[in-house]
Structures are given as structure tokens and as C-alpha cells.
């Protein structure tokens, strides 16, 4: 066995790949995962992952890493183990790949579970993905753990929060979709964010009646046989937020994917009376 540290180009990438007789079938979403991450410039090349070479030269190991490297005509410094048995192939990449939870879990977080998937919906959110269509993509672990890192005390507090409230509401809406937008929304307005969120989770002091429609609403979609797709769920807090922002009130919540755009959050208080609008 021989190890070594190489700069391999999308040339060399090309010519490995000519190689690549048994590796396991090819995902076009793990390529564009690390093809993401390559052009983002989040990609980590120092992790001790290798890319594996048989005696005979044939590829064993990185066939995604190779093609992502090719699709961003970028060249990336990889840890390359060559001389290997080919019989060892069996055993390569059997173990579970560490997810975000792990991560943040690894560095200590409490609440870890909670706390990566509510950075996950908030991020998403921040990035307006929900309107945009194709394959839901998620962050990678370093971009999760940046985010908590750079406010931790925040998300240790939204995560608390976020189960409070997913109790309060009897559990019809998750706890990342209750703390993401809480959180996306306390960059708003910090105390219209929690009294929104508040008057949706436990009912109490409703102070726009578009948030009782909202309520009954989110109650009709845990009762019924069909369900709406959950990004409908989505566009139906957007609208009540917004209603709520801008002191209007909606008499039907609704929203069709196929005659309207996705929603876009109000980030300002624009109106001072209340309106009615259908």
C-alpha cells in the first residue's frame, strides 16, 4: 500500500475515471452535493478521505469526488492510497456517512437533533430555496456548524423554544419548521417573531384573525386523509405572517402552486390599520 498527497486536475480526474470499473452505481445527487461545495469554496479537502487505486489501477474509491471535481474544472489536493488488493472492495465505505447532527453533537451542542434541522429550515428560508424548483439540496455539516458556532447562545435558546412551542401546538407543525421560521423572522423583528409565533403555536391573544385561520387550517391538514404537500404548509405561514406584518387579514387560506408564485416573507411593517383582503 501506498500513500501519497496529489493535486489532481480535472485532466487527471479524467484519466482515473477511465479506471473506474468497481465502484458502487453513480448518484448524480452525491456529485452535485460535493460539486456545491467545490464552487462554494466550502469544500474540506483535509478530512483523511482517500482516493483508492488497485495494484492494477483501477479505481476503488472517489468516483463522485472526481466527477464533481470535473463538473467545477477545478483542481483539489486529495489524499491518494494506491497498491491496494482489488478484493478489498467489498469493505470499502460500508460504514454511515457523519451527518450534521453528528457534528454538532462531536463539538458538545445539546439539543444537537433539534438545533441542525432548525438551521437547516432557516438557512433554506434566508436563501428563498422553497421558491425555486429541483431537488432540495442540504447544507453541509461545516456550513451548520459555522451558523450555530456564530450565535450558539441564540440556538440553544430557539431549539428550547422550538419544543415548547411544537408542544403547545399539539405537535401539527415540526420543530424545525417552528424554529426556522422563528428564527428567520426574529432577524425581522424580534418581538413581532415571537408574538406571531406564539398567537400560531398555543392559540392565546390573537391579535390578526388570519392566524385563527391559519390554526384551523393547519388542524384540517393533520385530520385529513390527503394532505397537502408540506411546502403548502409553508406558503400558508408566509401569507399569515405577512397578513400579520402589514396588518391585514384574509377571510380563506389558500395557496395553488400551479396560479401563484411562492410567497415571499415581509421583512417591514408597512401598513398601520387594519385591512381586509380576499
Not at 487527471?12 to 460539486?35: D, G, H, S, V, W
Not at 405577512?242 to 415571499?264: G, L, R
Request: aromatic share 12%; glycine share 4%.
Amino acid at each position: 500500500m501506498k500513500k501519497e498527497v496529489k493535486i489532481i486536475t480535472p485532466e487527471i480526474a479524467k484519466e482515473l475515471l477511465k479506471f473506474n470499473k468497481f465502484n458502487r452505481p453513480y448518484q448524480e445527487k452525491t456529485m452535485l452535493r460535493y460539486y456545491v461545495d467545490m464552487m462554494n469554496d466550502l469544500w474540506i479537502t483535509e478530512t483523511g478521505e482517500s482516493i483508492k487505486i488497485s495494484k492494477k489501477g483501477n479505481l476503488l474509491d472517489g468516483q463522485h469526488r472526481l466527477y464533481a471535481l470535473i463538473k467545477a474544472n477545478k483542481p483539489y489536493t486529495f489524499l491518494i492510497i494506491s497498491e491496494l488488493d482489488e478484493d478489498i472492495m467489498p469493505f470499502i465505505d460500508t460504514g454511515k456517512s457523519r451527518s450534521y447532527n453528528d457534528c454538532l453533537a462531536m463539538n458538545g451542542v445539546k439539543n444537537y437533533v433539534i438545533i441542525g434541522s432548525v438551521i437547516q429550515f432557516y438557512k433554506s428560508l434566508k436563501e428563498n430555496r422553497f421558491s425555486k424548483p429541483g431537488v432540495y439540496q442540504k447544507y453541509n455539516n461545516f456550513e451548520v456548524l459555522n451558523v450555530y458556532e456564530n450565535r450558539n447562545k441564540f440556538w440553544d435558546e430557539v431549539a428550547l423554544f422550538s419544543q415548547r412551542m411544537y408542544n403547545a401546538i399539539g405537535k401539527l407543525l415540526p420543530k424545525q419548521v417552528i424554529g426556522g421560521f422563528y428564527s428567520y423572522l426574529y432577524e425581522i423583528d424580534q418581538e413581532k417573531a415571537k408574538n406571531f409565533i406564539l398567537q400560531v403555536c398555543t392559540g392565546e391573544n390573537i391579535e390578526n384573525q388570519t392566524i385563527y385561520i391559519l390554526r384551523k387550517r393547519l388542524i384540517l391538514e393533520a385530520v385529513q386523509l390527503r394532505k397537502s404537500p408540506i411546502k403548502v404548509v409553508y406558503a400558508f405561514l408566509i401569507k399569515a405572517w405577512n397578513c400579520y406584518i402589514k396588518n391585514e387579514e384574509i377571510k380563506i387560506m389558500k395557496w395553488d402552486a400551479t396560479k401563484e408564485e411562492f410567497p415571499k416573507i415581509v421583512n417591514k411593517n408597512i401598513n398601520n390599520s387594519v385591512k381586509h383582503i380576499n
